[in-house]
């Protein structure tokens, strides 16, 4: 069912549906929302669990403010629906810059009960871009044009899905493209996207990175990450998992970054393996230990 809420003072559309523990949703950034990227997951995890999938500003049906958003920006944000919404001892599912929040989250209060991390951004510090891209994303026009191109062109947008986003080409449906085409189509997203990626890349590497603190995350997370994503590189998942006191690690093979349109059924399996582990540990933990 979708929803709308005021959270400081911006209109946020989400998702919500089912009963049970509550299990929060949070897409990525530039060619998404919470329906594209976990609206055909919604029915089938509402069979156990309590769902809810914002829209993060700019992005779907949520409106975007004046200010551009930082990465701490967004991370206030969703506390305060958090807290708006008294939720409390959820799992946390983020996905690229999704996951990049909900790490932040999750390192930051204690409600969080599990954090599963897919195909994530905020693992690692340094630019994978090549050169081109990395001069787009500096420089405005470049980057204007590059948008402009996918906005009004669906070959291009087509190419860009089968073969930077997708590991193999033949599973980017045409219903798929269409789907993305309405999305870029939308006044605010242009805006939403180029303000983050301005805003993340500096001289040095990326400005966002928790790899020097991911020692600290106590809760069980698993990582879940495409084996031929080329936007962000399994390695940085490997990486991140050996530094992580309790994680699960699990590389998707033929698989790039958008995992939770490529292989939804493997990112299901492995999620609620995950979460029916997490369950059947605090069935056995004995009371008051």
Request: with cysteine.
């Amino acid at each position: 069912m979708k929803r709308q809420r005021l959270v400081a003072g911006l209109r946020l559309n989400y998702l919500e549906a089912g009963e049970g523990e509550t299990l929060l949703l949070l897409h990525g950034t530039a060619i998404d929302s919470a329906q594209l990227s976990y609206g055909g997951c919604l029915e089938h995890l509402a069979q156990n669990y309590h769902v809810i999938a914002p829209d993060w500003p700019g992005y779907g049906e949520s409106e975007y403010p004046v200010k551009s958003l930082e990465l701490d920006d967004y991370t206030d944000l969703l506390s305060t629906f958090i807290h708006d919404l008294a939720l409390d001892k959820l799992h946390l599912v983020g996905f690229s810059m999704g996951g990049a929040i909900a790490l932040n989250y999750a390192l930051n209060v204690s409600s969080v009960r599990s954090l599963t991390l897919v195909s994530s951004y905020g693992l690692s510090g340094r630019v994978h871009v090549p050169l081109l891209p990395y001069l787009m994303l500096r420089v405005p026009r470049l980057a204007r044009s590059l948008w402009s191109g996918l906005r009004f062109s669906k070959p291009l947008l087509s190419l860009v899905l089968r073969y930077a986003i997708f590991a193999k080409p033949d599973r980017v449906s045409p219903e798929l493209i269409d789907e993305v085409y309405a999305q870029l189509k939308k006044p605010m997203v242009e805006r939403a996207f180029m303000n983050w990626i301005r805003g993340q890349i500096g001289i040095l590497g990326l400005k966002s990175h928790y790899q020097r603190e991911l020692h600290r995350l106590k809760v069980p997370t698993l990582l879940l990450h495409g084996a031929r994503d080329l936007v962000i590189p399994a390695a940085y998942a490997r990486r991140a998992a050996s530094y992580l006191p309790h994680a699960q690690l699990s590389i998707v093979p033929d698989c790039g970054h958008w995992l939770l349109r490529e292989k939804r059924d493997h990112f299901l399996k492995d999620l609620e393996a995950f979460l029916a582990t997490l369950t059947a540990q605090l069935e056995e933990k004995p009371e008051g230990g």
